[in-house]
């Protein structure tokens, strides 16, 4: 059964959802059977690179129009779910900055198995360790962390390779109507957007499954399921 997730580096609630849907697959007893595929969508492809983002709060403020207060309620909650998953969370310290070439790297990634490792590894930089996931070195560093070659990581951030991919992740997205990260789309039937409880990933692990299954020539109805998560405008749910 093939999962596909559109996800964004700079989307506190990926980071979440994919540590819930990890944690819901290590219940779910077909898990044998799925493969995953994630899919590159940018909240803001014009927010600047190569290390030079800027500190998260200004980037809410002043280009996602949020109010202090708002910022402040979305970290509690933030908080709360990091604290519940035993999580460290450093959120309201940490960087916005373009996620194109963060992705280019799980596009690598992906040609040896190891996306989900690389994509683990990105969210962690950016909501426990607050580090600039645009920076080359720290790509190069994550990449190498999880077994790619450095000489591969850094021909491929000095090419294009995998700038067309993205854009196609992207329009896909749009052509399905999606506009809201995390979604996790399973069998092209069942979606979650954002990060859901586990309970609930199980649950929907469990009837995709059935679904894909026992599938008929007639098409379902998508059905979605839907919790925090944020939106193509750049903005996140309070």
């Known amino acids: ?53 800027y500190p998260v709060r200004e980037y809410l403020v002043n280009s996602a129009g949020y109010p202090e207060e708002g910022i402040d309620s979305m970290f509690a909650n933030l908080k709360k779910m990091a604290d519940n998953l035993g999580v460290p969370f450093n959120l309201p310290r940490s960087v916005a900055a373009n996620t194109r070439d963060a992705h280019r790297l799980i596009k690598l990634a992906a040609e040896k198995g190891l996306d989900s ?15 600039d996931y645009s920076d080359w070195e720290l790509l190069v560093s994550i990449g190498k962390e999880a077994g790619l070659e450095e000489e591969e990581i850094r021909r491929m951030l000095h090419s294009e390779d995998y ?48 679904a894909w299954k026992n599938r008929t020539a007639k098409e379902k109805e998508l059905e979605i399921s839907k919790g925090k998560s944020c939106k193509a405008d750049g903005t996140c749910e309070i």
């Open 1 to 53: 059964m093939k999962i596909e997730v559109w996800t964004d580096i700079m989307c506190p609630y990926c980071y979440i959802g994919k540590i819930h849907y990890e944690r819901a697959l290590r219940q779910f007893p077909h898990a044998d059977e799925v493969k995953l595929e994630w899919k590159a969508f940018q909240l803001n492809p014009n927010l600047p690179d190569k290390g030079n983002g």
């Open 163 to 210: 700038l067309y991919e993205i854009k196609q992740d992207m329009q896909e997205a749009a052509n399905l109507g999606f506009d809201t990260v995390p979604t996790f789309l399973m069998d092209r039937r069942q979606a979650i957007v954002g990060s859901e409880p586990v309970d609930l990933f199980v649950k929907v692990l469990h009837k995709a499954y059935d």
């Open 117 to 131: 490792l690389v994509v683990g590894k990105l969210g962690k930089a950016y909501f426990e360790d607050a580090k």
